[in-house]
């Protein structure tokens, strides 16, 4: 099992920043990944970070804006997000791979993830 906690959502001004945190324990897997979701609609994939080889992948909107990072000794994932435009107002969820990925279209897809945290929302105000 692994247990996913969430940290570092809340309001923003359009044009801001915020920085999601997300720590695995007791560990975090092959791939871990932010998607996020807004009611009524699916949840969508942003980015993922593959764990041992540290390859980043981003849906094309958040693309220039969006950095997601992992720091291995502290078992946490990180997503900077700058530029915030409204439509990036959602739910964010962390989740994690426990095995290796065959191809990197798989990190976008939600049946390919194990576990999940809670989630934490993010409100970007125009």
């Known amino acids: 099992q692994v247990r996913l906690t969430e940290s570092g959502g809340g309001l923003v001004q359009a044009g801001g920043s915020l920085r999601l945190s997300c720590t695995g324990s007791?560990?975090?897997?092959?791939?871990m990944a932010w998607f996020r979701q807004v009611p009524g609609k699916e949840r969508e994939y942003v980015a993922a970070?593959?764990?041992?080889?540290?390859?980043?992948y981003y849906t094309d909107s958040v693309k220039g804006r969006f950095t997601i990072s992992r720091d291995g000794a502290k078992k946490t994932l990180t997503l900077q997000m700058n530029s915030l435009k409204p439509e990036d107002t959602a739910v964010y969820y962390c989740a994690a791979r426990v095995r290796p990925i065959s191809t990197p279209a798989d990190v976008s897809s939600l049946s390919q993830y194990d576990y999940w945290g809670q989630g934490t929302q993010v409100t970007v105000s125009s």
């Open positions: 007791p560990f975090t897997g092959y791939v």
């Open positions: 970070n593959t764990w041992i080889d540290n390859r980043r």
